[in-house]
């Protein structure tokens, strides 16, 4: 089986399907791998890159929801705990538990409903991690990011979650589902029509001049889904209320941080994360509504004046826009409730719905709990299907996660696992591949190669956005060796030299455009 996007063209075409899945974020590329893995013959098709939406674009933490508590959604940070211990088993390469630090400003009465709530989420499952919350000394704080006010700290606590690439977690489950399972998956293929038999029931979906036919079409576009709701009832159910995340990437040594922290908004009783990734830092999130284009979601300069502002009242140095080496912004596809005016207050849960004509529809939910909604709508079209039995994936590993520990290299452990090799091979084979893709950053020449070659990367912007995440941690570094990359995966991917100067100037445009519209700077790391 191979992980060819014209190879899926193909066989979309020539082929029926059991269950046809729309949208290549987290949530469709889990119900593609729970179809599959049932023995169901699956189709998965989405109309850009996998996880270019909101699942390249999230906090990239896998964990229960410490401020669920506080909404008494016990059952939801219940869920998404056990599902955090099932990614640690099953994708051990991708996934790693990650400690995170409250500092404590303030009197006894904080300290203790703080502490009562991570005993609660000890409780509820945050302990299965194998460690449980601890108090720790100011010095003992600071010890973990010597950048925190000393001023007003009273002591800190630390507990323990796990943190993930998203968009390589995405990939890796489209993967799986091809590689291991036999499904098909392809990128850039945007459905523009659903197929109908009389009498309404839906039977496929049109890309373009190509018909799939599938007995059953499951809805998984997050923020996109009530249009395509609209291609089946005919009008925008109007159901989804989206909420806009952003982040922002700083150099490590303006934070200094070797643990996530967890920061209180004071204003509108709010955390954010404030979390190490290699040699950088990232901020995040904010949570508010959304009302522009669910395409081209952006940091404003609010947005980055937001986050510095809050995180500024904490540091002895504080962060400026200067510092700012990347942004992101993703849409929460939040279901909508007449109850609350705050999109922070909404539930995160999913729901899995049948239309009259078939189509079934999974929107809510969080990376974390993808597997768990992939599960639930997987049930739905096996109901209608009449076989496919029951889930398989709780204990189902990720492709390459074993015997990754045999990786010597811990940055291609972590991103390739057992697949480490064949990136480690074509450095063997071409030492040139075994230079920096970007100066600063860890990511190597091969691995941009590897992704044109093995991982369906179709455009520049694919490779350095999703496959590795230069752009979300060097916004300007990326930008100024686009050029020279674009001419290295050009052969790859059949480019003469005007098509790979199109999309480095492609990729230079977005990253200034991302810039310009949060109001920052060229920044570029010496």
């Given at each position: 089986m191979r992980f060819s996007r014209d190879a899926a063209l193909s066989r979309l075409a020539d082929e029926r399907f059991d269950v046809l899945v729309i949208g290549g974020g987290i949530t469709g590329a889990g119900v593609a791998l729970d179809a599959a893995s049932r023995g169901l013959h699956t189709a998965?098709?989405?109309?850009?890159?996998?996880?270019?939406?909101?699942?390249?674009?999230?906090?990239?933490?896998?964990?229960?929801?410490?401020?669920?508590?506080?909404?008494?959604?016990?059952?939801?940070?219940?869920?998404?705990?056990?599902?955090?211990?099932?990614?640690?088993?099953?994708?051990?390469?991708?996934?790693?538990?990650?400690?995170?630090?409250?500092?404590?400003?303030?009197?006894?009465?904080?300290?203790?409903?703080?502490?009562?709530?991570?005993?609660?989420?000890?409780?509820?499952?945050?302990?299965?991690?194998?460690?449980?919350?601890?108090?720790?000394?100011?010095?003992?704080?600071?010890?973990?990011?010597?950048?925190?006010?000393?001023?007003?700290?009273?002591?800190?606590?630390?507990?323990?979650?796990?943190?993930?690439?998203?968009?390589?977690?995405?990939?890796?489950?489209?993967?799986?589902?091809?590689?291991?399972?036999?499904?098909?998956?392809?990128?850039?293929?945007?459905?523009?029509?659903?197929?109908?038999?009389?009498?309404?029931?839906?039977?496929?979906?049109?890309?373009?001049?190509?018909?799939?036919?599938?007995?059953?079409?499951?809805?998984?576009?997050?923020?996109?889904?009530?249009?395509?709701?609209?291609?089946?009832?005919?009008?925008?159910?109007?159901?989804?209320?989206?909420?806009?995340?952003?982040?922002?990437?700083?150099?490590?040594?303006?934070?200094?941080?070797?643990?996530?922290?967890?920061?209180?908004?004071?204003?509108?009783?709010?955390?954010?994360?404030?979390?190490?990734?290699?040699?950088?830092?990232?901020?995040?999130?904010?949570?508010?509504?959304?009302?522009?284009?669910?395409?081209?979601?952006?940091?404003?300069?609010?947005?980055?004046r937001y986050l510095l502002d809050a995180v500024n009242r904490f540091l002895t140095h504080p962060l400026s826009p200067d510092d700012v080496l990347g942004t992101w912004a993703g849409l929460r596809p939040l279901v909508r409730d007449a109850r609350s005016e705050r999109t922070a207050d909404l539930s995160r849960r999913h729901s899995v719905q049948r239309s009259a004509g078939g189509l079934i529809t999974v929107t809510g939910g969080k990376l974390t709990t993808y597997r768990r909604m992939a599960a639930d709508t997987v049930d739905a079209a096996v109901a209608v299907l009449g076989r496919g039995g029951r889930s398989h994936t709780a204990r189902l590993r990720l492709h390459g996660a074993d015997g990754f520990e045999a990786v010597a290299d811990e940055h291609l452990a972590s991103r390739y696992g057992n697949e480490a090799r064949t990136v480690q091979a074509m450095v063997g084979t071409d030492p040139d591949l075994g230079r920096p893709l970007v100066p600063s950053l860890p990511y190597l020449r091969a691995e941009a190669v590897y992704a044109a070659r093995y991982e369906m990367a179709h455009t520049l912007d694919d490779v350095l956005s999703r496959r590795t995440r230069a752009l979300l941690l060097a916004r300007d570094e990326t930008a100024a060796v686009a050029g020279d990359i674009a001419a290295l995966i050009g052969p790859e991917l059949g480019w003469d030299e005007a098509e790979a100067a199109r999309q480095a100037d492609h990729f230079r445009a977005l990253a200034s455009a991302e810039r310009a519209a949060a109001g920052l700077s060229e920044t570029v790391l010496a």
């Open positions: 998965l098709v989405e109309r850009q890159d996998f996880a270019s939406g909101t699942s390249s674009k999230s906090s990239k933490m896998v964990h229960g929801g410490l401020r669920y508590l506080n909404q008494r959604d016990y059952r939801l940070v219940y869920e998404a705990l056990y599902e955090r211990q099932r990614l640690l088993r099953n994708a051990p390469h991708l996934v790693k538990p990650l400690p995170f630090l409250i500092p404590l400003y303030g009197g006894k009465a904080i300290a203790k409903a703080l502490n009562s709530a991570l005993w609660m989420y000890d409780l509820t499952g945050g302990v299965r991690i194998g460690k449980r919350h601890h108090r720790i000394s100011p010095d003992d704080t600071i010890g973990h990011m010597p950048t925190l006010r000393r001023e007003g700290l009273a002591a800190g606590f630390e507990y323990y979650d796990a943190q993930a690439d998203d968009a390589r977690l995405t990939l890796t489950i489209v993967r799986t589902a091809v590689l291991d399972h036999g499904a098909v998956a392809a990128n850039y293929a945007g459905v523009t029509e659903l197929l109908k038999r009389n009498g309404g029931r839906v039977v496929g979906a049109r890309l373009g001049d190509v018909d799939v036919r599938a007995e059953v079409v499951v809805n998984a576009t997050g923020v996109w889904s009530d249009q395509v709701r609209a291609l089946d009832e005919g009008r925008d159910p109007g159901l989804l209320r989206p909420a806009k995340g952003i982040h922002l990437s700083v150099p490590w040594d303006k934070v200094r941080c070797d643990i996530a922290v967890v920061i209180p908004v004071l204003k509108d009783k709010r955390s954010i994360f404030v979390v190490p990734w290699n040699d950088r830092v990232y901020v995040g999130t904010t949570d508010t509504d959304y009302e522009g284009s669910l395409d081209e979601p952006v940091c404003t300069p609010d947005d980055v």
